[in-house]
């Protein structure tokens, strides 16, 4: 069978896709992490989403249980830079890039303490299954039984208020 030059040419960019994703998936960034808000952080000058999980945006107002609002997303974003300056440097597992060219990563703490997970479970983000597949759904049950985070009162989910801000339907 004779293979002409334009199947050659779809399998070797086949190929090539595949080894490049391969090795984007295996390959780490690994460094002190500046927080640019409650579930995206810059290591080395890469901006790295966390994957599977949402945190409220830094304009986000949430409601306390008791009445009152707060900004729930500024006090995502303080809450994880306290976290991840307990036990540095910050090493990210990247998982592909999003359409605004961000790496979407799972991050860990140099004590092994995985940063997403801990987002979750803390209150200060909720487990986005349409990504993570539910991953964190057991890390959100906690944090909502507990009352902590935004889980202390009422809030809309972060893409939900996004698409509010930006005069959008929701699409999450």
Known sequence: MKISYFQSAAVALFVAVLSCHSSLAAEAIVGRASVVDGDT?????????????????????????????????????????????????????????DRYERFVATCFRA??????????????????????????????????????????GRFSLPCEARAEHAGREPSC
């Open 41 to 97: 952080i810059v290591i080395r000058g890469q901006r790295i989403r966390l994957h599977g999980v949402d945190a409220p945006e830094s304009w986000q107002l949430c409601e306390e249980g008791a009445g009152g609002s707060y900004l729930c997303g500024k006090e995502a974003a303080a809450a994880l830079d306290r976290f991840l300056a307990a036990s540095r440097p910050t090493r990210c597992k990247i998982i592909e890039r």
């Open 111 to 152: 004590d092994g303490r995985e940063v997403n997970r801990w987002l979750v479970q803390s209150g200060n983000g909720i487990d986005w299954a349409k990504y993570s597949g539910g991953n964190y759904a057991d890390a959100q049950k906690i944090a909502r039984s507990k009352g902590i985070g935004i889980w202390r």
